[in-house]
């Protein structure tokens, strides 16, 4: 597998996927643009626009509908979401830059930019639904853009999504309390192709080569949560894991077909929690049962209706953890979670693998592993 973001795309088993970009890369790129105009009083200077990624792409992103007026400029760039499409391929995230009097850069969310309703979530309540990494990126981008043009005041962005409230309708963000619109997203800038061929094939290119080299275990995350935390764990050494995205059965299939004796999943708990009820595809499109799972799993520990009433209304299982702290109903429920994906993980191989799960959460660490997990950690040098 070669990946290739500067070229725009990567290579899987022969296939060209494309890379896209992320509504927080469009966001940036649409506010650098506008103020490109506001700071030149020139449209010219927003025809093109190049933005420098988290991951370390270079991105050049063409704006669209630029507007000029005695008060500022705005612009909006329409998100490509490559080979791996969802809902937001093809909305238009739009930035309007004002000079301010607070000589500093102000970022507001504005029509179709959701609002954070609940706890737990990367915004504070009350703040538009931008995270952090988005933040940041908009933020470098005007500093650099007023070094640029030597301007020392300050500028006020309002980002917005034309359709966005409508469209989060269809999204999850209702149900987490993110409430009137769409979410500016992204930790990388890039969005990486994952359709079901490609990805699913890639991750039999990793197995296969680790097959063919001998090796008898899989280590197995779903994503850069599960590699940052195998980094700063120390459990694993001198293993590298296999990213296997939302496709866990697949990757669980592949490893049996291949004849791997050993299977160890690390996931977040909000991922692998899905397990619980056999879904081996993660992608929220296929349901998202992780709130009842938790409040199912505390009514059968004894938990209080007010208690399993604050599970359903939480925003993230983050927040559930934080819920049920480290008292009796917690140990009760993570027992119950982790017998259960055990359960399924054995159900899923039909025998043929020995395999076994560890959980952790952003906040708490290390959570638990599975019996099948316990005994691999166990043994795991020596196998």
Wanted: glycine share 14%; aromatic share 6%.
């Amino acid at each position: 597998m070669n990946e290739c973001p500067m070229n725009g795309y990567r290579m899987v088993e022969g296939k060209k996927l494309r890379y896209g970009y992320t509504t927080g890369t469009c966001a940036a790129a649409a506010a650098k643009a506008a103020a490109a105009v506001v700071l030149t009083g020139d449209v010219e200077a927003a025809r093109s626009v190049e933005i420098l990624t988290p991951q370390g792409s270079r991105l050049v992103l063409t704006p669209e509908d630029i507007r000029r007026d005695q008060s500022g400029a705005s612009c909006g760039v329409r998100k490509d979401a490559g080979d791996d499409p969802d809902i937001t391929d093809g909305i238009v995230v739009r930035a309007e830059v004002k000079k301010n009097r607070a000589s500093r850069i102000i970022i507001r969310g504005g029509p179709g930019v959701g609002r954070v309703t609940k706890p737990g979530l990367d915004p504070p309540v009350g703040a538009a639904a931008i995270n952090r990494t988005p933040l940041r990126m908009i933020r470098e981008n005007l500093q650099g853009i007023c070094e640029k043009y030597a301007y020392q005041g300050g500028l006020t962005v309002t980002i917005s999504i034309p359709g966005g409230e409508a469209l989060a309708q269809r999204t999850f963000n209702p149900k987490l309390g993110i409430m009137g619109g769409l979410s500016i997203l992204g930790t990388s800038g890039v969005v990486e192709p994952k359709s079901d061929d490609g990805f699913i094939g890639a991750i039999r290119a990793e197995l296969s080569v680790l097959r063919a080299g001998g090796k008898r275990k899989a280590l197995i995350t779903p994503g850069n949560y599960g590699k940052d935390f195998l980094s700063a764990w120390g459990g694993i050494v001198d293993h590298t894991p296999v990213t296997c995205s939302n496709y866990i059965g697949e990757t669980l299939d592949i490893a049996v077909e291949f004849g791997f004796e050993h299977l160890l999943l690390v996931g977040h708990i909000g991922k692998l929690i899905k397990l619980a009820t056999g879904n081996f595809n993660t992608h929220s499109k296929y349901g998202d049962p992780r709130l009842e799972i938790f409040a199912a799993y505390a009514g059968l520990e004894g938990a209080p209706r007010g208690l399993i009433q604050d599970i359903l209304d939480s925003a993230t299982t983050e927040q559930v953890l934080a819920l049920l702290g480290g008292g009796k109903f917690w140990e009760g429920v993570k027992r119950r979670i982790l017998t259960r994906i055990q359960e399924q993980l054995d159900h899923r191989s039909g025998g043929k693998i020995k395999t076994g799960a560890v959980l952790f959460s952003t906040t708490r660490g290390l959570l638990g592993s599975t019996t099948g997990g316990a005994a691999l950690l166990e043994q795991w040098e020596g196998l």
